[in-house]
Nanobody
Framework: QVQLVESGGGLVQAGGSLRLSCAAS????????MGWYRQAPGKQRELVAT???????NYADSVKGRFTISRDNAKNTVYLQMNSLKPEDTAVYYC?????????????WGQGTQVTVSS
């Protein structure tokens, strides 16, 4: 199991930047994948970015070139650097971890952090 705690959300003007952090309660070195998802009011939760244990990254088309996912294994923390923010990036951002046990994958979620981008 793992507990995830997000931080770094807030209110920012369009064009600004924020860095979200996701602190894990255990080593993230061997976690299969970690990622960021977001959910805007009235919309479904959507993938923002993922990072595998092999350092493969994947980004939603809407954030490519603006957002960067990274990790610090020594701090058991995953980051999401968000630049050139747009009002449509406004959402609750959730950290996610995929752990493997046997042949099964188990998903864990943080509580979310609000990001609001004003125009």
């Amino acid at each position: 199991q793992v507990q995830l705690v997000e931080s770094g959300g807030g209110l920012v003007q369009a064009g600004g930047s924020l860095r979200l952090s996701c602190a894990a309660s255990r080593s993230i070195f061997s976690i299969k994948a970690m990622g960021w998802y977001r959910q805007a009011p009235g919309k479904q939760r959507e993938l923002v970015a993922t990072l595998t244990s092999g350092s493969t990254t994947n980004y939603a088309d809407s954030v490519k070139g603006r957002f960067t996912i990274s990790r610090d294994n020594a701090k058991n923390t995953v980051y999401l650097q968000m630049n050139s923010l747009k009002p449509e990036d406004t959402a609750v951002y959730y950290c996610n971890a995929v752990l493997v046990s046997g042949r099964d994958d188990y998903l864990y979620w943080g509580q979310g952090t609000q990001v609001t981008v004003s125009s």
